[in-house]
């Protein structure tokens, strides 16, 4: 059965100048990037109170953590995107290697959530990676629907997967004030947006529309 119909209808009511999850990426690690750049004046420390040295050495430490955060969730969110494109074409393929790289793109999930132990706690880590690996079970009945040329399933599926990005960008947003909810939630959106796209295109055949 030809799934076009099914598929194609959903994604497209949107406009998609999606950036993707890089773009949430540079957003997540965009609140430390006035620290990364600021630089402590060797002589002024010298020449400073027995206490400033201590509140430098501090501040210094703080930096580095927001480095390593920065890095860490680029890194991370190009490898959701790269393991998240190897599923859906693993998927349309029939490929025997669906299972392995499923697993592969939950494991990314614990290292997301992992990611801000650090900086918001074990709770919030676990949160976060559950909310994740949420998203990407939800994927399973779009793609299977989708597949089958079950327009209604389709559209359940998809209202679903939607959901569920919005409670991970309400989550983002409430950790730190410096991701704005409203931007957020339109990242998300745009990221599973862009993914229905190029796995219709899979599932059709329309490869290098895909790519």
């Known amino acids: 059965m030809n799934p076009t119909p099914a598929l194609g209808a959903i994604p497209r009511r949107a406009a998609l100048s999606a950036v993707g999850a890089l773009a949430l990426a540079t957003t997540l690690a965009g609140c430390g ?3 990364v750049g600021h630089q402590h004046d ?3 420390v010298h020449a400073a109170t027995a206490a400033e040295p201590v509140m430098a050495m501090a501040h210094t430490s703080a930096s580095s953590s927001t480095v390593r955060l920065y890095g860490t969730m680029r ?3 190009a490898q959701h995107m790269e ?4 599923v859906v074409v693993a998927f349309a ?3 025997p290697g669906l299972s392995a790289s499923i697993d592969r793109l939950l494991a990314n999930q614990d290292d997301l959530g992992d990611a801000i132990k650090p900086f918001y706690g074990s709770a919030a880590a676990g949160q976060l990676t559950s909310l994740l690996r949420t998203h990407i079970t939800e994927a399973v ?3 299977q629907a989708a597949k089958a040329g079950d327009t209604e399933a389709l559209g ?3 209202d679903a997967w939607y959901a569920n ?3 991970i960008a309400d989550f983002l947003a409430a950790a730190n004030p410096s991701w704005p909810r409203g931007e957020m939630r339109q990242m998300m959106r745009q990221h599973i947006s862009q993914t229905i796209t190029y796995a219709a295109e899979q599932l059709q055949g329309q490869y290098a529309a895909s790519i």
């Open 93 to 95: 393929a029939d490929s």
């Open 165 to 167: 990005a919005e409670q």
């Open 83 to 86: 393991w998240t494109w190897s």
């Open 42 to 44: 060797a002589a002024a």
């Open 141 to 143: 009945p779009v793609l």
């Open 33 to 35: 990037t006035e620290a």
């Open 156 to 158: 359940k599926a998809v």
């Open 75 to 77: 890194a991370l969110w």
